[in-house]
């Protein structure tokens, strides 16, 4: 099964520490095993835009469509064997800890 | 099979699915893969059995038959969907190649193994149905594996089961449903009481966990040691919330007392599967203790509806034999938390507290302080309001009512539940606060929730006496 990772940002986590973030050893350990089918960083939230088309009318804001203190900060999509192994693989990503990580199954069209 | 009548038929499948249910739906979903699709096929065939077993007699492999014909069910299920995935789906449980987590489909590269379920019994369904037919069959058959053996297997499926209903990827309350629902294959309407909600509601709740279970890939296999030691503590919240749904029934009857029963065997079942050696074991054998005392006093804690307080049970009711039974089992868990130098956790600790009470042959013996010192070690591990409270009659018996009476101050929580005024007019009352005590009583009782437990409220309201003379309302 594929999975798509929301890394997200939490004030409530452990604060952010370069020297444990150990996100290159992540990756490369699922890229051995082709387990890590794609993933980046996103940029942060002012530089989002939202779009919407209301009533035929395209509507274009600044900014992300919630107002929050929470974001994604990046995305990976995983190919996993179960919620176990998903769950596994998102528990090792450093952000697990200083932020969370949303493991969200991909619906198949 | 010669026919019996209806009456007798509905006899044989209710004691097949109170024995086997586990076992019978585990080997549905082994072989369909989808919890949903296995449930729905395995009601039609619970349906079929009851006009089936009464017209050409009750198979000899009722568990057998049963399983043969959800089997079909699902596949007619799947064709009558007509989708490519059900297509797909189909194939699969034709050719009895599921994976044990139902997501992976094989085809093997000679396109033979398909089987023929249903050799014996089940062949005489009354829906014989296309089913793929091929040479002999290399594939796991889950009506052969369910034969008259009914030993390590059974606990395997149950375990199996219940590590995928427990899974931390559902909800408590779904978490319970579900296992209420496929382990111990209780009624959704008595699921929905349990939760104080319709059947209806309750069945859409169940409806919406298996899909979870479906669509975020929950494995349906034990964990592996490793995984064990963080999916134990779910594991055994879930059964110790059945075994209270239980429990907890004001009004007790044997639907009520099987769960408890079945909740204690799950725990047991679910003890053997872990290493001797294991630190889990401790936690595990304090809830077994916890929940044998809890049951070894069943017959003694209601009277006419009501709960009885526990120094005010008929003693002689309560199940002696149990009670040792489970200080040894506590007894051993301190023993070797000690030796080994490992701290005790909360079922543990709830079980000695358990079986302090039930040790005393008379009320008047129990060991106030050394229960006080325990709940005290309890609250320092896991803090709770109902802990607290039990805490608070503790300490008063131990160490005078003011003590008791501090502790439900801090308390703000509970103040709409009966249990904390009556903890506290109890302890008003202990003082000699006879007003305050009354009052205390009479809101227990205005907020009682049965009638039985009202009547015996407003009695200690009664048993305070009258309002001191002179004072002047």
Redesign the interface.
């Known amino acids: 099964?594929q999975?798509v990772l929301f890394i997200c940002t939490d004030p409530t986590a452990e604060p952010y520490d370069a020297d444990q973030d150990n996100i290159e050893e992540w990756v490369g350990e699922l890229q051995k095993t082709g387990k890590r089918l794609d993933g980046n960083r996103l940029r942060p939230i002012d530089d989002a835009t939202t779009v919407m088309v209301r009533g035929g009318e395209r509507v274009v804001a600044a900014g992300p469509f919630t107002e929050t203190r929470e974001w994604i900060a990046g995305y990976d999509l995983i190919e996993?064997?179960?919620?176990?192994e998903?769950?596994e693989i998102a528990a090792k990503h450093p952000m697990a800890r200083f932020g969370r990580v949303e493991v969200r199954?991909v619906?198949p069209f | 099979m010669t026919p019996v009548d209806r009456r007798e038929g509905a006899a044989a499948l209710t004691s097949t699915v109170a024995a086997d249910h586990a076992r019978i739906i585990a080997a549905v979903i082994r072989s369909v893969g989808d919890w949903q699709l296995a449930e729905d096929a395995l009601q039609d065939a619970y349906e079929r059995a009851l006009s089936a077993w009464s017209r050409d007699g009750v198979p000899t492999n009722p568990a057998g038959w049963l399983v043969t014909t959800a089997r079909r069910r699902a596949i007619d299920l799947l064709r009558r969907a007509g989708t490519q995935d059900a297509a797909t789906r189909r194939l699969a449980i034709e050719l009895g190649l599921r994976e044990s987590?139902g997501?992976t489909v094989r085809v093997p590269p000679n396109g033979a193994g398909s089987q023929q379920p249903g050799l014996a019994d089940g062949a005489e369904a009354d829906d014989p149905g296309p089913v793929a037919t091929g040479g002999g069959s290399t594939a796991r058959d889950p009506f052969q594996e369910l034969g008259a053996d009914s030993g390590a297997g059974f606990d395997d499926d149950r375990l199996r089961l219940v590590f995928t209903c427990a899974?931390p990827?559902l909800t408590m309350e779904a978490r319970v449903a579900l296992t209420l629902r496929t382990v111990l294959g209780r009624p959704v309407a008595e699921i929905g009481r349990l939760f104080f909600t319709s059947e209806p509601t309750m069945q859409k709740r169940l409806v919406r966990a298996r899909a979870k279970i479906a669509?975020?890939?929950?494995?349906y296999r034990v964990?592996t040691t490793r995984?064990l030691p963080e999916r134990m503590g779910g594991v055994l919240t879930v059964l110790y919330l059945l075994f209270t749904a239980g429990y907890s029934s004001p009004e007790p009857d044997d639907a009520h007392d099987a769960l408890c029963m079945d909740a204690i065997g799950l725990v047991r079942t679910v003890l053997s599967l872990l290493p001797a050696d294991a630190p889990e074991q401790l936690e595990a054998s304090g809830l077994l203790a916890l929940m044998s005392t809890q049951q070894a006093r069943r017959r003694a804690r209601f009277r006419d509806g009501a709960a009885v307080t526990m120094r005010e049970q008929d003693r002689t009711l309560w199940d002696r034999d149990a009670i040792a039974q489970a200080q040894r089992v506590l007894d051993r868990t301190l023993a070797r938390a000690s030796h080994e130098r490992m701290p005790v956790g909360p079922y543990v600790l709830q079980a000695a507290i358990a079986l302090e009470h039930a040790r005393p042959a008379e009320a008047a013996d129990t060991d106030w302080v050394r229960i006080t010192q325990l709940h005290r070690t309890l609250a320092a591990v896991a803090p709770s309001p109902s802990g607290t409270l039990a805490r608070a009659v503790a300490e008063g018996h131990a160490h005078g009512p003011a003590a008791g009476l501090a502790l439900l101050d801090g308390l703000d929580g509970l103040t709409e539940s009966h249990l904390f005024h009556a903890v506290r007019g109890e302890l008003l009352e202990q003082s000699g606060d006879r007003d305050a005590a009354r009052a205390a009583f009479l809101r227990a009782a205005s907020t009682a929730p049965s009638a039985a437990e009202c009547a015996d409220l407003l009695r200690r309201a009664d048993e305070v006496g009258p309002p001191r003379s002179g004072r002047v309302p």
């Open positions: 099964m999975y996993a064997d179960d919620l176990d998903a769950i199954p619906w | 987590n997501r899974h990827a669509h975020a890939g929950i494995p964990p995984e």
